[in-house]
């Protein structure tokens, strides 16, 4: 995610907290900003499904939700050279959305994927969000596939 200046955190933000786990592997929490970050970059976090909110996180490891930040990331590139695997990848991601608490609406797959212009990846869905038009792109970033919503491009044609 790239942002401009430092983002700051209020009482009541959808949060997403990305982090390693004990075993090596990724671990994803959703939840709320409980209160102000404190000076030492530390904030406390109430997580989904844990009413007491005392979980303290470092600032840095969490970001914002919203339809652009809920990502899937996959370290299988071969997902995206199977028609019918690259077409799983929209529920996995509504999947993901729902986890967030985002309102994802009229979700219309592109059939088995149009490939990009970059032919790095494919544009798999059509959606809206907060009554906004998003394409749902899987993208190959390095060894990994990422899929995440994003604005169309203006050459793509807009659906009405």
Not at 16 to 25: E, F, I, N, P, V
Not at 135 to 145: F, G, S
Request: proline residues 4%.
């Amino acid at each position: 995610m790239t942002t401009i200046g430092p983002i700051i955190f209020r009482a009541g933000d959808r949060i997403c907290w990305k982090a390693t786990g004990d075993d090596g592997l990724p671990l994803r929490r959703y939840g709320f900003i409980s209160g102000r970050p404190n000076p030492n970059g530390r904030v406390v976090v109430m997580f989904d499904g844990d009413l007491k909110g005392e979980t303290v996180v470092a600032v840095k490891e969490i970001e914002p939700v919203s339809i652009m930040t809920v990502d899937l990331v996959i370290d299988d590139l071969e997902l995206l050279n199977d028609p019918t695997l690259r077409q799983a990848l929209v529920g996995l991601w509504s999947s993901e959305a729902e986890l967030a608490g985002l309102i994802v609406e009229n979700i219309v797959q592109l059939g088995t994927g149009v490939r990009d212009v970059t032919g790095l990846g494919y544009a798999l869905a059509e959606l809206h969000s907060a009554g906004e038009l998003y394409v749902l792109r899987a993208v190959i970033d390095a060894e990994y596939i990422t899929v995440r919503a994003d604005v169309p491009r203006r050459f793509e044609r807009q659906r009405r």
